[in-house]
């Protein structure tokens, strides 16, 4: 099977069975109102979920899901795993000795015997027994093993840090409202069996409660579903005992940056030989090649290696990886290699090929802005070390602020200077116009924060903007905690001159007539300058804007 089929076939069934959590979650919480709605909530519950149709799909779903959880165990070379992923494979193999009893006690026993399973009967079977509290345990742990799945599905989606917070809240606040619900029910059939001693003995006759004989033919099934899961599960640990004899003997040589080199059986993939030594690896998927953040340059050893399946070649292409990068969780090397990842270890989900792919390190047509404060050093002068962080950070969210809302990207807040990239998703027209904007704003954001602390400050705020357009090499760049998306080159490189050029011409904002053209607006009632710029042959055209609002208002 294709690890993407594989794939698919988890997340489909994965969400199927989260679907029915949800929904009999949410039956739960009726009880926290009564025990008849929760009756009620019932029978829309059972007539979806118990048919002829719906009922066979959600068995395999659950059968194909955890035969998937079987293979992925399989298929590890080691468990060294992320924590997440401990967790995931940890809780998820102890829901079917929880789960057998519960599908067991209800449908099992309404199909074989005709049972009744309204909550009534199954509340009262529960509550105060063992049973109960088995079952209050499979709740929290199927539902933490599926939000944990969904949120590593989702979490490479655009789109999906919006929603985040509400997801959040709803996966924490529905299994304790489906607790309190099946608590109240306790209470509830508790108290009408102590005011009415006949009541309990009715509602088992009513619902055919399973005698004696019928329970031990139940017990005999839940130990056949038992036996089928724990066999298999002996299975798999056996076949990875005996695959790991057998290659023992065979083994290949990885060598990192660093020249650390690591030997590992034939059949580790790249990935869990940086796991099993210790090595970071950034693996935002964990593994399953989906984001491309795993992908390492093969410096040697390029030509024996194995060739890259489809799925592995179209998540590369995704990317625009050229032919000597491969995907570290999907590749097996056979003989000794030599590789560099290509993201840091620290890579996150904003690195991953679901992104817009410029992430990784791509050229891009964009605007560069820079912005520097104008004598921020007497303005710091014999003030407390608090005050002036606080007029910085004041400042800087002035700044920031107008950037963001424009549409550009601040990205280095270094002494009292900014820089920001616009049009790195829009392209270098739309970028030009954000940029104008952005600058326009700044100058009218940063006035009317002068005009708030006028009786802190000697003099206002006085800035200097410098904006430029052309090729620029963008991606996430630095080390350890210190990576983050910029863009590097001439481009940058000539916006941060124009920006200097502000003092020289006492102007707020200075641009290319590059700049001008790509956004389309005129600029020709604003003096004109050609400067040279270090490193380029031919001087640099620019305008000198005192008024950048003059030039916002042309935007509109
Ligand atoms: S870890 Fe995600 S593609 Fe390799």
Same mark, same amino acid.
């Given at each position: ?13 994965? @969400?199927?069975? /989260?679907? +029915?959590?949800?929904? %009999? ?12 709605? /929760? ?10 979920? =118990? ?7 959600? +068995?395999?779903?659950? @059968?194909? %899901? ?33 789960? $057998? ?32 509290? !088995? ?15 969904? %949120? ?9 840090? #919006? ?23 306790? =209470? ?23 005698g004696p004989a019928q329970r031990a033919a139940l017990a005999a099934v839940y130990d056949g579903i038992m036996i089928v899961y724990g066999g298999a599960l002996a299975l798999v640990l056996l076949a990875r005992g005996v695959r790991r004899m057998r290659q023992r003997s ?9 020249? #650390? ?13 940086? =796991? ?10 964990? $593994?399953? *090649? ?35 990068? !491969? ?34 390190? !791509? ?10 404060? #104008? ?31 424009? $549409? ?10 900014? /820089? ?14 954000? &940029? ?6 700044? @100058? ?6 002068? #005009? ?24 996430? /760049?630095? +080390?350890?905690? *210190?990576? +983050?998306?910029?863009?590097? *080159? ?55 804007? &005192?008024?950048?609002?003059?030039? &916002?208002?042309?935007?509109?």
């Amino acid at each position: 099977m294709s690890p993407l089929l594989a794939r698919r076939l988890r997340v489909v069934s994965g @969400v199927l069975l /989260m679907t +029915y959590l949800t929904t %009999h979650f949410l039956n739960h919480t009726l009880g926290l109102f009564s025990l008849e709605l /929760m009756e009620d909530g019932r029978r829309w519950f059972i007539a979806f979920w =118990r048919n002829p149709v719906v009922t066979p799909v959600l +068995y395999s779903a659950l @059968v194909v %899901h955890a035969a998937l959880a079987l293979r992925s165990l399989y298929r590890r070379r080691h468990l060294r795993l992320a924590p997440w992923e401990a967790w995931q494979l940890v809780l998820g193999l102890s829901i079917p000795p929880l789960l $057998g009893t519960h599908i067991v006690g209800t449908h099992v026993a309404w199909a074989l015997f005709d049972v009744t399973d309204s909550y009534t009967r199954v509340v009262l079977a529960l509550w105060g027994h063992v049973a109960g509290a !088995r079952h209050s345990l499979l709740l929290p742990i199927a539902w933490t093993h599926g939000c944990i799945g969904i %949120h590593f599905w989702l979490r490479l989606r655009a789109g999906y840090r #919006r929603v985040q917070p509400w997801l959040f809240a709803v996966a924490l606040l529905l299994p304790v409202l489906a607790f309190l619900g099946f608590v109240m029910a306790g =209470r509830d059939v508790t108290a009408r069996a102590q005011a009415d001693p006949g009541w309990a003995l009715a509602v088992a006759r009513a619902t055919r409660a399973p005698g004696p004989a019928q329970r031990a033919a139940l017990a005999a099934v839940y130990d056949g579903i038992m036996i089928v899961y724990g066999g298999a599960l002996a299975l798999v640990l056996l076949a990875r005992g005996v695959r790991r004899m057998r290659q023992r003997s065979h083994s290949f040589r990885i060598t990192y940056p660093g020249g #650390r080199d690591v030997v590992t059986p034939i059949g580790f993939t790249v990935l869990e030989t940086s =796991r099993f030594a210790g090595i970071p690896h950034a693996s935002v998927c964990g $593994g399953r *090649g989906r984001c491309s953040t795993c992908r390492v340059r093969i410096l040697r050893g390029f030509p024996e290696l194995p060739e890259a399946g489809p799925d592995e070649v179209r998540v590369l292409r995704r990317v625009g990886a050229p032919p000597d990068v !491969r995907l570290a969780c999907q590749l097996r090397p056979t003989r000794d290699v030599v590789v560099a990842p290509v993201l840091p270890a620290t890579a996150g989900p904003s690195d991953a090929a679901f992104q817009t792919d410029h992430r990784g390190g !791509r050229e891009r047509e964009i605007a560069v802005l820079f912005a520097d404060l #104008r004598g921020f050093t007497s303005l710091a002068e014999h003030r407390l070390p608090y005050d002036v962080v606080f007029l910085l950070n004041r400042y800087f969210e002035a700044v920031g602020g107008a950037i963001t809302r424009a $549409g550009g990207i601040p990205n280095q807040f270094t002494g009292d200077g900014v /820089m920001a990239l616009f049009g790195v998703e829009s392209g270098a027209n739309a970028g030009c116009r954000e &940029a104008l904007a952005a600058a326009a704003a700044i @100058v009218e954001r940063l006035a009317a924060l002068s #005009r708030e602390l006028s009786d802190d400050l000697p003099s206002p705020f006085r800035i200097g903007i410098g904006i430029h357009v052309g090729p620029a090499i963008v991606g996430r /760049m630095g +080390y350890g905690e *210190g990576v +983050y998306f910029t863009a590097v *080159g001439d481009t940058v490189h000539v916006a941060s001159r124009l920006e200097q050029l502000t003092k020289d011409y006492r102007a707020a904002l200075v641009i290319s007539e590059e700049v001008a053209i790509a956004a389309g607006v005129d600029v020709s009632a604003f003096p004109r300058h050609e400067v040279t710029v270090r490193n380029r042959g031919v001087p640099v055209a620019v305008r000198v804007i &005192a008024d950048p609002s003059r030039l &916002a208002a042309a935007l509109v």
